[in-house]
């Protein structure tokens, strides 16, 4: 009798073991997800920022400047934050596309800002849990 209640007790304690690890590995994949997608909101409202010294870049053009910092650091923090490839590839995307729109401002042209806006979209896409 003492032997089937160990084995039942061992039993019991692997299955609560199998059944609890795929509950830790969602939580950490919807907690990924949730970072993910708070930067990704972070990282829209730069971009917001962003468009909108660039439209008031002639009343204060370092406004341009200080946005695309903001941009690149939280850019940053989210490439830090991920090991996910279609994020890395994202944001891999959106670096780039900020970096064409700092380009432009220093060479003091109009930049094309739809390559971000796009790059931003596939950043929510990637990050919204499937």
Known sequence: MATRRRIATVVTAV???VLTVPLMVSCDEVDKAIDCAELAVDISQDIDDLQRAVT????????????????DRDIDKLGDKTDN????KAVKHLDQAVENVSTAIKNDKNPDL?????AAKELTNVCTPG
């Open 85 to 88: 490839a279609d994020v890395e």
């Open 114 to 118: 739809s390559p971000v806006g796009d």
């Open 56 to 71: 008031d870049s002639a009343e204060n053009p370092r406004q341009a400047d200080k946005a695309l910092d903001e941009l």
């Open 15 to 17: 299955a609560a073991v």
